[in-house]
Each structure stands twice: as C-alpha cells, then as structure tokens.
C-alpha cells in the first residue's frame, strides 16, 4: 500500500473516530442490532492513528494538550 493510500485511509479511520468520540454515545441499536463503545479505548485508538498519521506525513508527533497539576497547598 502506498504512503498516500495509507495516509487517506488513516483520514477516514481518525474521521470516524472522532465522530463517535465526539458524540458521547456508548451503545447504539439500529435494526434491533446493539453496538457498544468504550469511549476511554477510541481516545486511545484515536491518538495512535494520529501519531501514525504524523510519522507518515513526516510530522512531530503530537502530544496531549492537557494535563493535570495539583497546585493546592498542603497544609
């Protein structure tokens, strides 16, 4: 497979993804058909194919945009 068939197909896949992250739907029945997510393992699947995607492109590898700090004091 070429690197631009590559790099399509991982548009589509990320698109996809992206779609039902950002739907928040778990479960959906159609037809009397259920199909469940887990929303924690698409994030996940989500930030691979990016990073795929990235290498392919020759691009850095993106990072999470956030994290958490715990600034309180303790007292």
């Known amino acids: ?3 631009a068939t590559q790099i399509e197909q991982l548009r589509i896949d990320i698109s996809a993804l992206e779609a039902i992250v950002n739907s928040g ?3 959906v029945v159609e037809d009397g058909r259920s199909t469940s997510f887990d929303l924690e393992h698409c994030r996940r699947q989500l930030r691979e194919l990016r990073a795929k995607l990235a290498n392919l492109q020759g691009k850095r590898v993106p990072r999470p945009m956030f994290g958490s700090i715990d600034i309180s004091r303790a007292e």
């Open 25 to 27: 739907v778990t479960q």
């Open 1 to 3: 497979m070429s690197n």
